[in-house]
């Protein structure tokens, strides 16, 4: 939320709400995964919900982002965004474990959600490589519109290295 106050106030974004889940149950959020059940679609709802009378939300724009250990698990986190039973505008995986099979779920996210996954190699010693093929792979297999965006881009902050990737992405 920090960051991306941060960015509005700069003029960067525009405002947005922004919503995190969070958990105080160990199982959960324990060796480098994050929300090892997160049932998107109930977060939402039950964010949709915290909010009505105090904002107004735009379902059509809903997007998605996770960062770290929010992309480190096969059962939740940034692997359920594309089963989603909404549309998500987007989806935005930042500096995560770059697993194969979450990159081959993302890649294969509903053809209008744009997804877009940042990342650096700075302060890790791991390949990336197998998360780019899955990726690219399940991307191009399937059609979707021109203007819909699928990429993973490596970045290079200068410092504070997997933090930094936040507002690179």
Not at 50 to 56: A, E, F, I, N, P
């Amino acid at each position: 939320r920090r960051i991306v106050d941060a960015l509005i106030v700069d003029g960067r974004v525009a405002p947005a709400v922004v919503a995190g889940p969070s958990s105080i149950v160990r199982s959960q959020v324990e060796r480098g995964a994050s929300w090892r059940a997160l049932d998107l679609d109930h977060f939402i709802d039950e964010t949709l919900a915290r909010l009505d009378g105090l904002v107004v939300i735009d379902e059509t724009k809903i997007i998605v982002s996770g960062h770290s250990g929010a992309g480190c698990s096969l059962t939740g986190g940034m692997v359920t965004t594309p089963d989603s039973k909404r549309r998500l505008h987007g989806i935005l995986s930042i500096d995560t474990c770059m697993i194969p099979a979450v990159g081959a779920k993302l890649g294969a996210a509903h053809p209008r959600t744009h997804v877009a996954v940042g990342y650096q190699d700075i302060s890790w010693s791991r390949s990336f490589s197998a998360f780019h093929t899955a990726f690219e792979r399940a991307a191009a297999e399937q059609e979707r519109p021109a203007e819909v965006l699928r990429t993973v881009t490596k970045l290079a902050p200068k410092r504070d290295f997997h933090n930094q990737t936040v507002p690179l992405s």
